[in-house]
């Protein structure tokens, strides 16, 4: 089903994301991690369909989404970007295997925080955030989306890799490779949330296979 919706507010949350806050259907519900299909309300754009995740809690008044931009791309989030208060969105029903299952290990590359935003915001809303931990990659510092609300729900539990660009105090200078998660993982029975580009989803969760993971312990989008 189709919803129309206006734009409520728009925040600029890193030099190219911004934080969309929509109007929300009645009835309209989703469990955190999930997510549904956008498209512009104007043409050409009404049938360009891209996924994003919601980033507000499931009970807020509004609906939120967090993106990025791509103005290289040309296309929709560029679009996006462009967009004011007050213009429409189109959003579908809502989809997504990422759901929290339990204490663990939440592994985010870039934009693929969004999920995990969305789930960290309801534990500690319902102060249950105890016994997880952030792994939280990006290019840079500066690319690092939410970093100072994620430093105040989970203190030294968040943790901010880069890897490129200038070392920082407070952050590790690395991947999220073999010997990242050998080094840093204390209890492989845990959960592991995995969210970030195609590639990083594929090397992470092979290698926590190998490490010895159970699959189903292991939540991805696939």
């Not at 970007?81 to 204490?103: F, N, S």
């Given at each position: 089903?189709?919803?129309?919706?206006?734009?409520?507010?728009?925040?600029?949350?890193?030099?190219?994301?911004?934080?969309?806050r929509i109007e929300r259907p009645a009835d309209y519900a989703f469990?955190?991690?999930q997510a549904t299909d956008v498209s512009i309300n104007?043409?050409?754009?009404?049938?360009?369909?891209?996924?994003?995740?919601?980033?507000?809690?499931?009970?807020?008044?509004?609906?939120?989404?967090?993106?990025?931009?791509?103005p290289d791309h040309h296309g929709v989030t560029d679009q996006l970007?462009?967009?004011?208060?007050?213009?429409?969105?189109?959003?579908?029903?809502?989809?997504?295997?990422?759901?929290?299952?339990?204490?663990?290990?939440f592994i985010a590359g870039g934009a693929g925080i969004t999920p995990?935003?969305?789930?960290?915001?309801?534990?500690?809303?319902?102060g249950k955030l105890a016994g997880n931990t952030l792994w939280f990659s990006n290019k840079t510092a500066a690319d690092v989306i939410r970093e100072e609300e994620l430093q105040k729900m989970l203190g030294d539990q968040a943790v901010f890799?880069?890897?490129?660009?200038?070392?920082?105090?407070?952050?590790?200078?690395?991947?999220?490779?073999?010997?990242?998660?050998q080094q840093h993982i204390t209890d492989i029975h845990k959960h592991f949330y995995v969210?970030?580009?195609?590639p990083m989803i594929a090397a992470i969760t092979g290698t926590l296979e190998e490490l010895g993971a159970r699959a189903d312990a292991v939540v991805f989008e696939k």
């Open positions: 089903m189709d919803y129309i919706v206006k734009i409520i507010s728009i925040e600029q949350v890193t030099h190219d994301v911004k934080c969309f469990v955190p991690g104007k043409d050409p754009w009404k049938e360009e369909k891209r996924p994003f995740t919601f980033t507000a809690l499931p009970d807020d008044p509004y609906l939120e989404f967090t993106i990025k931009g791509y970007h462009h967009l004011k208060t007050g213009d429409e969105l189109i959003i579908r029903d809502v989809w997504g295997a990422i759901e929290y299952k339990g204490p663990g290990y995990f935003l969305a789930i960290l915001r309801h534990l500690h809303a319902q890799v880069i890897t490129k660009g200038e070392s920082k105090p407070g952050y590790i200078k690395s991947y999220i490779d073999k010997t990242f998660l969210c970030g580009p195609d």
